[in-house]
């Protein structure tokens, strides 16, 4: 299948990994020197007060421009009207300027995976680094006044590769899970369920208890016992085992953060 082939080749280019060591050391050393201004812009960044992923929100957008200048370019060269050359140099502009969003949304998420979902995210953020920089500099020949046919091609060029990119991020979504839901198909008691004698519970303490098939947190403060998914929605980690900071819960793993008795979400990369 495509989809093992890629993979196979993925694995053998070792270079990936000090690469991806490197970015990694960069982008969370960046937030992480921002102190809690930098949590704050993390957890925007990764789309938590979207309830979604913002990644894939954005880059939908430098897809759809780059796909209309495709097809402005190709009229262009049927019947050499400028207002089909304006259009498309337009929409190049407008494609750049999401990518850099899409860019900085991306490589946050990516800042947090480990393994075979971390080298296909390498891959599939380089190959999108060098989509925009071939457009970047398609945009400016074509600024500049320069030849109208190489900045076509270099656009044609960027196309292909951010289809094999988009191809990448596909895989990281449908084949490895990258940016799922981890509740999304645990089974919810449609009735109340005995989990834990209330007495086995020690004040201020997070403890794991099992309804059926699912892990529960429990947490009781004065006469209150609070419920909610002791697995973490961004990566299955168990909160469990995490801080407790507050009326917060942080993931041991991503440090993402859930009201203790709501389970929403408060803190990224969890959306």
């Known amino acids: 299948m495509l989809s093992h082939a890629i993979n196979r080749f993925i694995d053998r280019q070792r270079w990936l990994e000090p690469v991806a060591d490197f970015l990694q050391k960069v982008i969370g050393g960046f937030y992480k020197l921002l102190g809690a201004p930098g949590h704050g812009l993390k957890t ?30 190709l009229i262009y060269l049927f019947n050499r009207s400028q207002g089909w050359s304006s259009a498309a140099d337009v929409t190049i502009l407008v494609g750049i300027v999401a990518a850099l969003g899409a860019a900085v949304t991306g490589y946050t998420d990516w800042n947090e995976t480990v393994d075979r979902e971390r080298r296909v995210g390498i891959a599939h953020g380089l190959i999108n680094t060098v989509v925009l920089v071939v457009y970047l500099v398609s945009w400016l020949i074509r600024l500049t006044g320069g030849s109208r046919g190489l900045a076509i091609v270099l656009a044609f060029i960027g196309y292909a590769l951010v289809i094999c990119a988009a191809y990448l991020g596909g895989e990281m979504v449908f084949s490895i899970g990258t940016g799922v839901n981890h509740h999304a198909w645990q089974p919810v008691p449609e009735k109340f369920t005995k989990v834990l004698l209330e007495g086995r519970m020690t004040e201020g303490m997070l403890v794991k208890a099992m309804a059926g098939d699912t892990p529960i947190l429990l947490f009781k403060k004065g006469d209150t016992v609070c419920a909610i998914s002791e697995t973490c929605s961004h ?8 801080e407790l900071l507050g009326n917060l819960v942080q993931c041991p793993w991503h440090a993402s953060r859930f009201d203790i008795c709501s389970g929403q979400v408060r803190g990224g990369p969890a959306t």
């Open 235 to 242: 990566a299955g980690g168990p909160l469990s085992e995490g």
């Open 44 to 73: 925007f960044v990764h789309g938590t007060w979207l309830g979604h992923p913002l990644h894939p929100v954005i880059t939908d957008i430098p897809l759809g421009a780059w796909t209309l200048a495709v097809l402005f370019d």
